[in-house]
């Protein structure tokens, strides 16, 4: 019998929401029960894209704004034959950042437009299930000050939560919107049983492609 797929899982959501946290605590609980599980978090600061992203993120460098958006997009792109492997073997794959925030930041700049935003990762893995953290400012504010980074400022980063918000509307990915407010370990336990909903829900489905 044909081995099952594992899930594509991925959280997004605004600074400081915990989405670290919580794809760490999740990918150990998957791992503890049984289920093949791995982390991954995107950009990927670790190939040549990468780090080219991360100079641009700590304003080592500066890049072009469509050109840096490619550049989020490619780093999501040359993953994607592993990623397919991985899920195929019945590894569910748990994704820190995605597509989403590539539209959600690009989109959040003068100028851009979402479907032009959208279209350069039309195509990609469809994610099973996307778990959106969701934090008040003043909540985010309580967990520490802004870093130094690119788009590390609150001006921002509430219009990145008004791309979200729209990204959101859209029916064809199964988004769900967690409580960050809450403890770690109770945000923990939502997310889990969401997760696991979705891994036997993907099983025998055939992996998607993202906004097709
Ligand atoms: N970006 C883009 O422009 N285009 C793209 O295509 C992609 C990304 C993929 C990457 O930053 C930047 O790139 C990001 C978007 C942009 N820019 N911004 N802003 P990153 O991945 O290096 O870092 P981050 O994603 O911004 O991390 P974060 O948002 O700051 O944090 P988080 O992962 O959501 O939270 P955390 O690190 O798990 O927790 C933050 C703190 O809160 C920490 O001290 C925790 O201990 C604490 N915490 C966590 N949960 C709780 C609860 N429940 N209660 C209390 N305290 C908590």
């Given amino acids: 019998m044909a081995c099952k797929r594992g899930a594509l899982i991925v959280l997004e959501g605004v600074d400081k929401a915990g989405k670290t ?3 760490n605590k999740l990918v150990q609980a998957l791992q503890q029960s049984g289920k093949p599980a791995e982390m991954i978090r995107f950009p990927d600061r670790t190939t040549t894209i990468g780090q080219l992203i991360s100079a641009y993120l700590e304003k080592k460098r500066d890049l072009e704004d469509h050109t840096v958006h490619l550049l989020f997009s490619a ?4 993953l994607v ?8 073997q019945g590894t569910t794959l748990v994704v820190d950042r995605y597509a989403f925030s590539g539209v959600a930041f690009t989109s959040a700049k003068p100028g851009f437009d979402l479907d032009w935003c959208k279209s350069p990762d039309v195509g990609l893995p469809k994610p ?9 400012p003043a909540e985010a ?34 988004w769900q ?3 960050a407010a809450k403890s770690v370990d109770d945000v923990h336990e939502d997310i889990k049983t969401r997760s696991l909903n979705a891994i036997l829900a993907a099983q025998n489905l055939p992996l998607g492609e993202l906004w097709k």
């Fill in 75 to 78: 780093n999501r792109w040359e």
């Fill in 177 to 179: 919107v967690i409580d």
């Fill in 81 to 88: 034959p592993l990623m397919k492997k991985k899920l195929e």
């Fill in 21 to 23: 946290t919580q794809c």
């Fill in 128 to 136: 099973d299930l996307v778990m959106f953290l969701q934090l008040s």
């Fill in 141 to 174: 504010a309580r967990r520490g000050q802004f870093g130094e980074e690119r788009y590390e400022t609150s001006v921002f980063q509430k219009t990145v939560q008004q791309k979200f918000e729209h990204l959101m509307k859209d029916t064809s990915v199964n």
